[in-house]
């Protein structure tokens, strides 16, 4: 039987010791709309000469694990993927609604990531992985996206689950209808779309000899923020601001307005936008680009980027 997509499943934990399984398990399932991650080899030639032309028996190279998974984002069910994009977090809240403050820190020791086939019973499982990069993605219509980039350090495969008694936790994705954004401190109601991708470049050549091609290690470095904003070009207000570096602001919430509250809030304290003209691109509208970059200078919250979380985790 063909495995199919609808019938896989993808589990999550965290990791105690980098590239090995926590001691208690506490697998999680992973609401996902796509994912390419995955375990790869390639293959070394050997060119010795042995007096005809055919070449011997190559060798295998360094394992390299790593892909991508694109979720609609959910304030619940991927809290813990956020946490180990930022790194920092501060949880208050004495009951639901419980409030998670996401900030640029040390990143966590790692994850364990597993998906099954579980009509073929086949479960490939994926150690040491480090989220690298993600991309979030505000449309005037439609869902709010992020694309985690995931990189790690080993694969194993498996006839049985990572858990057999995996976590359910709560989904329930974002639109554009339960959204809004600020800009410099005020509404701003001609943006169409925004971006934000925060990369926290991984150092992906942690492979040592001896070690059987596995990564030992997967340190990050600066968490480098950016993105781009696109909106109506109806003023020279905001192009302004790019051709002076003038610093402003950022914050893009998401937010179900129900009883516990449910929430996401995007938070940039300092950005510049970067110098880019508008273009007639033809007789309908014209739109400016506004790609920027998000710093640390001297803002209260100490981040170039700030997530704050509202659901019923009491920790994530």
């Known amino acids: 039987m063909r495995a199919k997509g609808s019938q896989a499943v993808i589990v999550f934990d965290e990791e105690t010791t980098y590239g090995a399984d926590p001691a208690s398990v506490n697998g999680r399932k992973l609401f996902l709309v796509k994912e390419n991650l995955r375990a790869s080899r390639n293959l070394?030639?050997?060119?010795?000469?042995?007096?005809?032309?055919?070449q011997v028996l190559p060798e295998g190279g360094n394992i390299d694990v790593s892909g991508?998974?694109?979720?609609?984002?959910?304030e619940t069910a991927h809290a813990t993927l956020l946490k180990h994009l930022l790194g920092a977090v501060e949880t208050t809240g004495a009951a639901d609604?419980?409030?998670h403050v996401l900030k640029v820190g040390s990143l966590p020791v790692g994850l364990v990531i597993e998906k099954g086939f579980t009509g073929l019973s086949q479960y490939f499982k994926y150690n040491g992985c480090r989220v690298a990069k993600a991309s979030f993605k505000f449309p005037k219509e439609g869902f709010i996206t992020a694309d985690f980039d995931i990189k790690g350090a080993k694969e194993t495969v498996s006839g049985t689950p990572y858990d057999s008694t995996v976590t359910d936790l709560a989904y329930g994705g974002f639109s554009h209808a339960k959204m809004s954004i600020e800009e410099g401190g005020s509404a701003i109601a001609t943006v169409v779309d925004a971006e934000i991708t925060i990369d926290n470049d991984l150092d992906a050549e942690g492979y040592v000899i001896g070690g059987l091609g596995v990564r030992k290690d997967l340190p990050e470095g600066f968490a480098l923020v950016?993105?781009?904003?696109?909106?109506?070009?109806d003023s020279i207000t905001h192009y302004n601001k790019a051709v002076n570096l003038t610093e402003t602001s950022l914050k893009i919430t998401l937010d179900k307005g129900v009883t516990p509250g449910r929430s996401i809030e995007f938070f940039i304290p300092e950005l510049v936008y970067e110098r880019q003209a508008p273009v007639i691109e033809g007789p309908k509208g014209v739109m400016v680009e506004l790609p920027f970059r998000a710093y640390y200078d001297n803002g209260a919250d100490a981040t170039a980027l700030k997530i704050t979380l509202k659901n019923g985790?009491?920790?994530i």
């Open 44 to 54: 070394i030639a050997d060119d010795t000469l042995r007096g005809n032309r055919n």
């Open 313 to 315: 985790l009491a920790a």
């Open 226 to 233: 950016t993105g781009k904003l696109t909106a109506f070009f």
């Open 68 to 74: 991508g998974i694109s979720v609609n984002i959910a």
């Open 97 to 99: 609604p419980y409030t």
